[in-house]
Structures are given as C-alpha cells and as structure tokens.
C-alpha cells in the first residue's frame, strides 16, 4: 500500500506535462527526420542504426513513464472509473485512426500495435495494479527483462511456442523471437515495466512531497508545459502537418 500523501494535489502538476511535453517535441524531431528520409532529402537506416533505433526506444521509454506518473496522480486524486474510461476511449480511438492512417501510406507494414495501443492496454494494467506500492520498482525490472529471458526457453523446449507467439494474434504481448514488420511497434513486455516504474516513481514522489510542491513554470518552460497538456492531440495531428508540408514543398520545388 501507498503512503498518505502529504498535501492537498494540485489539478495539474506542470513538472509532469513539462516531462511529457520534452518527450512529444523530441519525437517530433524524430518524426520529422523520419519524413524526410521517407521523400529522399536524407539517407538513413531508422530500422537498424543505433542512433535512431536508440532514440526511438528512449522516447517511448519517456512516454511510458509519463504515462506511469500520470496514472499515479490520478490515483492519488481519485480519479473515478467513468472519467478513467473516457479519457482511455479517448486513447483506444486514436489508436485505431493510427492504424487506418498507417495502412493508407504503409500497407505493408501498418501499425496494428503501436505506442497508442500499447498504452491504452497498459493503462488499465496501471490503474489495476496502482495500488501495489513498492512491489511496481520490482515487477517493473522484471517486465523489462522478461523479453529477453525467455529467449532461451523459445529456443529451447518453448521452441514449439514460438511461431504462435510471433504470429500477429499473440505478438503484441511482447514473447517474439522475431520482430514484426510494423512502422511503429510497442508491446506490453517490456513496455509495462516503465508504465509500472513511473506509477512507482509517481507515487514515491508524491508521498514526500516532491511533487506536490514543485513550482508553477515560467518561459519556455510553461510553453513546454502546455504542449504536455495536450499530447494526444498533438500526437495526432504532427505527422499529418509534417508530411503535408514536405509533399507541398515537393510540390513546389518540383521535386
């Protein structure tokens, strides 16, 4: 069980959104470079180069622990069911839309588990298992290696397993021994352990006060902040702005 909080929560906490808000601007550099890799202004590997494939796995790691530190506020604040449940069809719908629009441009490889649907599964995970307390730092550690701890038992005497894991009805729990021709691809394991390390994180700060007495932001910072506010809409609609602005420069340019 969690500790009692020491304070009254604030209805937003701006440290957060500013935490979320770094991660949306940083994926859209990402994006960005994406894109203009996709209409040839740049030659890059995004699938196999480590500085991509790195910044890829530390963005979603930032988004999932964000995801983590909201959950645990909402907790704290006593967020009810039906209001929880709006805000995860919010999440659920645009997951969905991410998939149409993916199989629009890459039907070969379109998002069918993408971050959005990763999260909108690990967030009832978060919402169920909150009030677990400090038992989430180790089950945490241990989604996030259980991928690659059963890599022996798939080759060994899991091995007959491994194509019923692999296969599209069971690969979104994480199990593969091969990764899946996707544009975006974020399964439960071990994605579940920094939603489960930041739901720890959250509520470890909140129970000494860190965040609830962390100041109003000024600058960019309250900028940042605000764009942090509003992540699922600026989710959905940067690509679409950023490709549509490199087709018109296409367009223009004749090229």
């Known amino acids: 069980m ?8 604030p209805g937003r906490i701006e440290a957060v959104d500013a935490l979320r808000g770094v991660a949306m601007l940083w994926m859209t550099v990402f994006h960005f470079c994406f894109d203009l890799n996709h209409f040839g202004h740049i030659h890059q590997n995004f699938y196999l180069d480590p500085f991509w494939t790195w910044q890829r796995s530390a963005i979603v790691s930032l988004f999932l622990l964000c995801a983590g530190l909201g959950q645990a506020i909402a907790v704290a604040q006593g967020q009810s069911w039906p209001r929880f449940w709006r805000r995860w069809a919010q999440v659920a719908g645009c997951a969905l839309l991410v998939t149409a629009g993916s199989w629009l441009m890459y039907p070969q490889s379109f998002i ?15 919402r ?45 729990l994480g199990l593969i021994t091969r990764k899946p021709v996707a544009e975006d691809y974020v399964p ?42 509003w992540s699922l809409s600026y989710y959905m609609v940067h690509q679409p ?9 296409a367009w223009v340019t004749g090229r």
């Open 128 to 172: 169920l298992s909150a009030h677990w307390g400090r038992w989430l730092w180790l089950l945490g550690a241990l989604a996030l290696a259980m991928p690659w701890a059963v890599q022996p038992l798939l080759a060994g005497p899991l091995a007959p397993w491994a194509e019923q894991l692999n296969s599209p009805a069971l690969n979104w």
């Open 241 to 249: 702005v950023l490709i549509g602005a490199l087709m018109a420069l």
């Open 188 to 229: 439960v394991l071990p994605w579940l352990g920094m939603v489960w390390w930041g739901v720890a994180a959250g509520q470890w700060l909140l129970s000494t006060g860190g965040l609830c007495q962390s100041k109003p932001m000024a600058g960019a910072g309250r900028r940042v902040a605000a764009l942090g506010r």
């Open 112 to 126: 069918y588990f993408g971050v959005l649907h990763g999260i909108a599964v690990l967030l009832v995970v978060a």
């Open 2 to 9: 969690t500790r009692a909080l020491p304070m009254t929560l």
